[in-house]
């Protein structure tokens, strides 16, 4: 091979591999772009998912205070409600210890007139049912001072200790709420 030949095939040679060169750079640049696009991808998706996790947490929050606000408004709004009726009880409440003393001491009165008194009670009581209003301090029963006046104590070995001997004002209550305590007689 002549010596022109030689140098014409080197020459191309060179320019085959000098556009090679850019080719790869070129190739291995991308890559690089790729990958860096990526993660900027990879970064903003986290961000977004952390936004919508606070953005989750923070409904989930809001749920709650208003579901608890729902409840708290409904006690209280039953609460009104037994507190009224108390209320306008507690104006009541003497007539319904007229009306049994009245019963206990007609004993030997005309039985017409025990009748009415009685048919008055039973109304009274019957009043007193549907307001969910209930009687309590009995006799025998034992005495506890969350829910009995004690005005006085007395021994008596047949009831035992810490019994109701004698019942001077019967107490009210609605469900659990006092709308006046028993005023009673303990024994030792």
Known sequence: MSKKKK??????????????????????????????????KSDEVTELKKKLDEQEDSYLRLRAEYANYRTRTANEKL???????????????????????????????????????????????????KLKISSYGAVGDDFDP????????????????????QVFQTGYKIKDKIIRHAMVQVTN
Do not use: C
Request: charged share 40%.
């Open 7 to 40: 140098d014409e095939v080197e020459k191309d040679k060179r320019e085959v591999t000098e556009e090679a060169e850019p080719a790869e750079e070129t190739a291995a640049e991308e890559k690089a772009d790729a990958a860096e696009k990526k993660e900027e």
């Open 79 to 129: 609460s009104l409600y037994d507190d009224a009726t108390a209320k306008a009880v507690t104006e009541l409440l003497p007539v319904a210890d007229s009306v049994r003393m009245a019963i206990e001491n007609l004993k030997d009165a005309d039985p017409e007139i025990v009748k009415g008194v009685e048919l008055i009670s039973n109304q009274l009581e019957k009043s007193f049912d």
């Open 146 to 165: 969350n829910l009995h006046n004690a005005v006085s104590m007395i021994d008596n070995e047949e009831l035992g200790s810490g019994k109701i001997a």
